[in-house]
T-cell receptor, first 111, second 110 residues
Framework: DTGVSQDPRHKITKRGQNVTFRCDPI?????LYWYRQTLGQGPEFLTY????????KSRLLSDRFSAERPKGSFSTLEIQRTEQGDSAMYLC?????????FGPGTRLLVL | DQQVKQNSPSLSVQEGRISILNCDYT??????FLWYKKYPAEGPTFLIS?????DKNEDGRFTVFLNKSAKHLSLHIVPSQPGDSAVYFC?????????FGAGTRLFVKA
């Protein structure tokens, strides 16, 4: 399977803890995106990488959120001091051009 | 500022009939439109796209229509099949930033 993969698929954590998610894009895709999706809404853009450079961050991405893409391959999204409002599905997508291909997502539940 | 609106939260269609999902958008700076399908517990799956220089794109049972003057996009599925039951998102992109609608849940009854 050469699609976008994400790990873990599910994460339950207590408020105040840090969590880190990983995304492995389609291998030839130089663009990588993170989105957040809550119930009844479409995916909301969080951040975008072209190769290893983080070129855009949404206002949704507070200081507690940080994303990296070392060497322009896989990416990590870290949330520090999690809050209950962070509970959501975190989606990663990759692309060569305009069509983005999504991974299965990581569902986060903050208790 | 909701730039992509899917005004119907759900749609129910009989198997074999046509499903029509609608989407309205604002801000014409974005020049590429897409439809994604999402099953529970999975990420969105790309379905079909259309560039703003076209008004129709067809792929098998799926056809997307773009009416730029009305800023309206629609997805036609014909014939509808029970396996098409999912949430459908329309989206627009001008490059890296893609904005999604809230989705329409399609039920195809056997």
């Amino acid at each position: 399977d050469t699609g976008v993969s994400q790990d873990p698929r599910h994460k339950i954590t207590k408020r105040g803890q840090n969590v880190t998610f990983r995304c492995d894009p389609i291998s030839e895709h130089n663009r990588l995106y993170w989105y957040r999706q809550t119930l009844g809404q479409g995916p909301e853009f969080l951040t975008y990488f072209q190769n290893e450079a983080q070129l855009e961050k949404s206002r949704l991405l507070s200081d507690r959120f940080s994303a990296e893409r070392p060497k322009g391959s896989f990416s990590t999204l870290e949330i520090q001091r999690t809050e209950q409002g962070d509970s959501a599905m975190y989606l990663c997508a990759s692309s060569l051009l305009k069509t983005q291909y999504f991974g299965p997502g990581t569902r986060l539940l903050v208790l | 500022d909701q730039q992509v609106k899917q005004n119907s939260p759900s749609l129910s269609v009989q198997e074999g009939r046509i499903s029509i999902l609608n989407c309205d958008y604002t801000n014409s700076m974005f020049d590429y439109f897409l439809w994604y399908k999402k099953y529970p517990a999975e990420g969105p799956t790309f379905l079909i796209s259309i560039s703003s220089i076209k008004d129709k794109n067809e792929d098998g049972r799926f056809t997307v229509f773009l009416n730029k003057s009305a800023k309206h996009l629609s997805l036609h599925i014909v014939p509808s099949q029970p396996g098409d039951s999912a949430v459908y998102f329309c989206a627009k992109t001008g490059g890296f930033k893609t904005i999604f609608g809230a989705g329409t849940r399609l039920f195809v009854k056997a």
